[in-house]
Structures are given as structure tokens and as C-alpha cells.
């Protein structure tokens, strides 16, 4: 028998649901060891466990390639949807319009969202749904052995082949320019810059779109590629640090060294922090965004932070009139109109 003391049993930390983080995490990743995507699911876990989120209160959407397994990884107590590649938005507007007070996490590629998937995502926009839309942003196929996508960039290259020579489609610049209420990029190595958006695009009410890159260990993570851990580490300008401060924090005022700082209030009550360190950023801007985009692209560089934010435009929920009880919650009596309701209405169309 040892004669040490036994050591105090470790406090477990719970969250403002008294969860403990373990109710937040999925099942073991089968992606490639050092997977820029695994870090974006452990971000996606902090941030729904940081903000308070019913960890079975979430739906869990994705259409195919690597991006679109990672549902598999986090929030193993929700529900998790594979679509048809390409085909997320269209079934998370279904599902949405019947369960509107889930809160929807899309996670999907740069080749489900900027090729095959690029319509459906135009319209999800468009119509401003309620959802938080990831794109882990790696600028090849992983699944069928690492092609070129639509967003890798003029002149990188892979590991194996040719410089990439056709001109890339920028997803935050796209969104911005159909009106996206939130718009934000990112990098799966900046993990509190990227944890504090995420936190913030789920207080949000209408479409976040958040464009992370994130390196492709096998084939994309070479030093001539633009996609790479390395490249982006020495070519990225940060617009802000972002902070965020949850509703059921108070929000204090700070001395910023800097001597500039923007708060902005979310839907739910909560705050988001914008500490500007380089050229002075208005998120509420179209045109300083699309300009911060242009002026990166031009330098080959990547720009990130939080690139526009709208709080005014109505949430698709709002567009529909849907009532304030989702429709999967309303009773069939309710649902369903009495004889003579309906026939009042049956002979309206026959008028």
C-alpha cells in the first residue's frame, strides 16, 4: 500500500448548462492525421458548448467530399444529414421551414460549394436562411486524389502537376455581393479568431457563411501552394482581433491599446468584438469589403476577420410568415382546417 495521498479528483467544467464538454464532441475522425478539418471540428465543439447550445438542439447538414464527413466528429447527440453532393442548401431549407428553431450547422467543401453545389448555395443566400455556413476551404479534391477546385488560386500549386492556371471564385466575395448578412474568413490554424466567429455566426439570424481555409495535409500542403499551413501563416492580414461576449456575459468596457474597437450587437443579445490592428475596417460596408478582398487577391494574399455583417435585412423565416411555433410543434387541429373553413376555401378557387 502506497503511503501518498490520493490525488483530488478533477473538477469536471460545466457550462451555463451544466454540460460538460464530453456532450459535445462525435465519434473518432477517419480524415488524414493533421487535417486542417479536424481542428474546425474541435472549434466547432468549444463553440457550441461555449455558447450555451442544447447539444441535441442543433442539425447537423453536409453534402459529400472530406468537409462533409466531419458531422460525424462533433455533437454526436444531434442529427446528422449527408445530402447528394452539392445538394445541402436545398434539404437545410426543407428541414428549416418545418423545424425553424434548430439551430443549423452546414459544413461543406470548396468543391461542394463552389462547383457542383454553387447554385444551390447561391440561393440559401439569397433567401437569407438561418444557418451557420461553413466551407473548409482547401483548394483541392481530397476524395478523388487531390484535383485542382474552383478556388485555388491563380499560379499555386500542389504537390504533383502544373501551377493552377484558371481564374478562382472567392466565396466571401460571391456571398457579399448577393447580399449575405454575415461574411467572414478564416484559418483552421487561428483557432480563437475562428472560435470567436463561429460563436458569433450562431448568434446570428440570417445566413453566415464562413470560408476557412484549411490545408490539405496530402496533397495541398506544400510550400508552393497558397493553401498551404505555411503559406497562409506568412500571408495573412488579420482586419481586427475578434472577440466574443455571450448574452449572458456583460459587456465591459475596455482600454484598447490600439485606440479603436467596434462592438456589435447579435440577434440573441450577445456582442461581438471587432479590435481593429491594421487599416481601420467597417464590416457594415460592402464595397471596404469587396475592396479588402480585391487588394489581397492582388498581393496573393488572404485577408480575414469578419468582412461584412447586415442585421437589418428579415430571415427567411420572417420572408414566410411562418408562425412563431415550428410547424413540427403545431398540433394536427391546427394544422388542419375544419369542413367548413375548408370549404369556404375550396370555393374561392372555384369562383
Not at 459535445?24 to 474541435?42: A, E, R, V
Not at 466531419?70 to 428541414?95: D, E, I
Amino acid at each position: 500500500m502506497s503511503d501518498k495521498p490520493a490525488r483530488p479528483a478533477r473538477a469536471i467544467k460545466l457550462n451555463v448548462l451544466n454540460e460538460p464538454k464530453e456532450s459535445y464532441t462525435g465519434g473518432k475522425s477517419s480524415l488524414c492525421p493533421g487535417c486542417g478539418h479536424d481542428q474546425i471540428s474541435n472549434v466547432i465543439i468549444s463553440a457550441a458548448w461555449e455558447n450555451g447550445i442544447e447539444p441535441h438542439r442543433v442539425a447537423k447538414m453536409s453534402g459529400i467530399g472530406c468537409s462533409s464527413k466531419t458531422p460525424a466528429y462533433y455533437l454526436g447527440q444531434s442529427h446528422g444529414f449527408n445530402t447528394v453532393h452539392g445538394r445541402m442548401p436545398s434539404v437545410t431549407t426543407g428541414a428549416y421551414a418545418i423545424n425553424k428553431d434548430l439551430l443549423y450547422i452546414g459544413v461543406s467543401g470548396d468543391g461542394d460549394s463552389a462547383s457542383i453545389g454553387i447554385g444551390q448555395l447561391i440561393h440559401a443566400i439569397r433567401r437569407n436562411m438561418d444557418m451557420v455556413y461553413i466551407v473548409e476551404n482547401n483548394g483541392v479534391y481530397g476524395l478523388t486524389k487531390g484535383q485542382y477546385s474552383a478556388t485555388a488560386d491563380i499560379g499555386s500549386k500542389k504537390k504533383k502537376g502544373e501551377p493552377n492556371k484558371t481564374q478562382p471564385i472567392d466565396l466571401c466575395a460571391l456571398a457579399i455581393n448577393l447580399g449575405c448578412t454575415f461574411v467572414a474568413r478564416s484559418f483552421s490554424g487561428s483557432k480563437k479568431q475562428l472560435g470567436s466567429l463561429l460563436k458569433a455566426a450562431m448568434s446570428h439570424k440570417g445566413f453566415a457563411l464562413i470560408d476557412v481555409i484549411s490545408p490539405c495535409v496530402t496533397f495541398n500542403n506544400n510550400d508552393e501552394s497558397m493553401r498551404s499551413y505555411g503559406y497562409v501563416k506568412e500571408n495573412e492580414i488579420t482586419l481586427h482581433m475578434t472577440d466574443y461576449i455571450p448574452h449572458f456575459n456583460p459587456v465591459e468596457e475596455i482600454e484598447v491599446p490600439e485606440g479603436h474597437f467596434r462592438d456589435i450587437e447579435l440577434h440573441d443579445g450577445s456582442t461581438i468584438r471587432l479590435e481593429t490592428i491594421s487599416a481601420e475596417h467597417d464590416p457594415g460596408s460592402a464595397v471596404a469589403a469587396l475592396t479588402a478582398l480585391h487588394e489581397a487577391e492582388s498581393n496573393q494574399k488572404h485577408v480575414t476577420g469578419l468582412l461584412y455583417f447586415d442585421n437589418t435585412k428579415p430571415s427567411l423565416a420572417e420572408d414566410m410568415g411562418l408562425v412563431d411555433i415550428p410547424l413540427v410543434d403545431v398540433p394536427n387541429e391546427e394544422l388542419r382546417p375544419n369542413r367548413e373553413t375548408l370549404d369556404k376555401i375550396n370555393a374561392a378557387l372555384h369562383s
